[in-house]
């Protein structure tokens, strides 16, 4: 178009048809595309991660070893004991005198028993029953065995092994034994200990191992 004709165009209010619209494309989106899932075959599985069993394997390797070396204290402790340890023979309560199975060992260290105990203390003459001392070592109490002889023997057995406990131990019963061998013999529940003669610091040691030591079931 001429010039001529532009002007003739403006005065009659036509737009300028020379003028070419130059359309501004839309602005690019900055968020960012998501990412097609991938496709998975129709009947196929999606394998899940599977956690890893180290954290199993550290804890149940954590409670063997607490229960190995519980187990190991315990055993190394019963060695450190004074005394030879016996099968224990169980705690039935039987009448005084009831027949029963022999006991595992002369003088007996567990067992059946009388529901009563042998009272606490000395004896010179007659020892009280077995099923009776029996309960009392069951009751944490501990038997100083002496062989019988003459009243002046035991009279002599009694003061040396009451000279050894002295008053720090209550519940121990000092008792004579036919054919009794060695001369003392020391028991509590599944222990003994046997001396030749009075010895003071080992016949205190077993004492105190064992003194107030209660057996019952289901005690500590």
Do not use: C
């Given at each position: ?10 005065r009659a209010g036509q737009p300028d048809q020379s003028v070419e619209r130059v359309e501004t ?137 009451q000279k050894v406990l002295g008053s720090r131990w209550p519940r121990t019963v000092i008792v ?20 030749e003669e009075i010895d003071p610091d080992g016949m205190r040691e077993f004492v105190a191992a ?11």
């Open positions: 178009m001429g010039k001529k004709q532009r002007r003739k165009a403006a494309p839309p602005a690019a989106s900055t968020e960012p595309k998501a990412s097609a899932a991938p496709k998975r075959r129709p009947g196929t599985r999606v394998r899940r991660k599977r956690s890893s069993p180290l954290p199993w394997i550290i804890g149940i390797g954590g409670i063997a070893l607490l229960v190995g070396i519980t187990i190991a204290t315990n055993v190394i402790r019963e060695a450190n004991l004074p005394g030879e340890r016996f099968r224990s023979q169980g705690n039935v309560h039987v009448a005084l005198g009831t027949q029963t199975p022999p006991y595992n060992t002369d003088p007996p260290t567990s067992g059946w028993h009388t529901p009563g105990l042998a009272g606490w203390g000395a004896y010179v003459d007659a020892a009280p029953h077995d099923q009776e001392l029996v309960h009392n070592m069951e009751d944490g109490g501990v038997i100083l065995w002496y062989a019988a002889g003459t009243p002046e023997e035991n009279q002599e057995h009694v003061t040396a092994l004579p034994r036919e054919g009794l061998e060695p001369t003392y013999v020391l028991t509590a529940w599944t222990r003994m200990q046997r001396f064992y003194h107030g030591l209660d057996h019952h079931p289901g005690a500590r």
